[in-house]
């Protein structure tokens, strides 16, 4: 109603001002005041906030290193630059459950399970390389060599850390791209029997080395670069790399009826997880469990030496069937080792050789009449 009046009020007024201009042009008409009524706009209910979409950035993996950093050979993990050129350690670990618990072997590079004796339900040792050595607090417990472990050390130019063995592995000793070290190491009195009481501890090695006539270095027995490693940034997945001729493997069950070795694969972490006994494997130094990002099983065949176990693994050997176990996948793979000091390679369904991962690696030797008894899935 307001509106109506005002709306009528400015039409009579300009109406009366038309009328005034036409009677005389020196006339000035005044303009009239114009009051305007503005009636305030309601306020809109209240809308609840928008959400913005959170958008999930995967963070890339770089493959920079540090300032004085380069890649392990053994695992393209980052390592001082000071210790590039460092020959790793290779240790025989007493794998008995009396033995148990292991110390400092979570932080091996590459840990190596086969056969030690053909008695006592085939009862499993391990050999656990060590780059790193220098960064030892305590390692073992400490037990004897085979003949195998002095050819898989030598392709590796490593030092084998043990405390004896049988005398068939004199002539193995007497070899000239020998490196090794038996026996002398601490003795830790942890309430067992003698034998599972000696490991190596801070300044062992150092000593060790420093009273031989060996290098901490690689010397001209060494046989070059084992792995080929893909980027950390571009992992290789099996299913890609070799689609449709995989398999899934997230949980693998070793035919070592003595230690009961499994691997279970952690899908969080891309690791596959150790157990022995029942039991999940722990580190007894920091209660790290014993994890690898790679995994390769060897067939091979053995002979056995004496009636008191003592074996000998063919580990000299062409053409032989294996896994190669990465990323939850699994590839058949075959595996090549023709001399002493050779380096095993491994070979894909094409004859290329297979590109490992980035991190540890563990490697089983399955003796060949039990092959079959392997699981897996």
């Known amino acids: 109603m307001k509106k109506k009046i005002l709306l009528g009020l400015m039409i009579v007024t300009m109406g009366a001002t038309l009328m005034m201009g036409c009677g005389s042009k020196e006339e000035v008409a005044e303009e009239p005041e114009v009051t305007i009524n503005v009636e305030p706009i309601p306020d809109e209910p209240a809308q609840a906030p928008v959400e913005e979409e959170v958008v999930e950035v995967e963070e890339e993996v770089s493959d920079d290193l540090p300032e004085g950093y380069v890649r392990s050979e053994l695992t393209n993990l980052p390592i001082p630059e000071a210790i590039a050129n460092q020959r790793p350690i290779a240790a025989m670990v007493d794998n008995e459950s009396l033995a148990l618990p292991h110390y400092g072997i979570a932080e091996a590079d590459i ?137 899934p493997a997230t949980y693998i069950d070793f035919p070592f009826p003595h230690n009961g070795s499994e691997l279970s694969y952690n899908a969080e972490t891309g690791l596959y997880e150790y157990s022995e006994y029942g039991s999940e494997h722990r580190d007894a130094e920091d209660n790290e469990i014993l994890a690898f990002t790679n995994v390769i099983i060897q067939k091979c065949t053995f002979a056995q030496l ?21 990323g939850g996948e699994a590839v058949d793979i075959t595996w090549s080792k023709l001399a002493e000091t050779d380096i095993t390679r491994y070979y894909d369904g094409t004859g290329e050789q297979i590109t490992l ?18 699981v897996v899935k």
């Open 111 to 247: 840990v190596y399970e086969l056969m030690n004796s053909t008695l006592n339900g085939r009862i499993t040792r391990l050999m656990v390389m060590v780059k790193d050595w220098g960064n030892i607090e305590q390692l073992g417990s400490i037990r004897s060599a085979r003949p195998t472990n002095f050819f898989l050390t030598a392709e590796w130019n490593a030092c084998l850390v043990h405390d004896g063995g049988p005398y068939y592995i004199d002539q193995y000793v007497a070899r000239d791209y020998c490196c090794h070290f038996s026996g002398g190491f601490s003795r830790v009195n942890n309430g067992k029997a003698t034998e599972y009481t000696e490991y190596v501890m801070k300044g062992d090695l150092e000593k060790k080395f420093a009273d031989s006539n060996y290098s901490t270095e690689y010397d001209k027995y060494n046989p070059g670069t084992h792995y080929t490693f893909a980027l950390p940034s571009k992992p290789n997945v099996l299913s890609e790399t070799y689609s449709g001729y995989t398999k």
């Open 357 to 374: 991962n980035t991190g540890k690696t563990y490697i089983a030797i399955v003796p060949d009449d039990t092959w079959d008894e392997l």
């Open 306 to 326: 004496d009636e008191n176990g003592y074996l000998i693994f063919n580990i000299l050997a062409e053409n032989m069937p294996g896994y190669y176990i990465t």
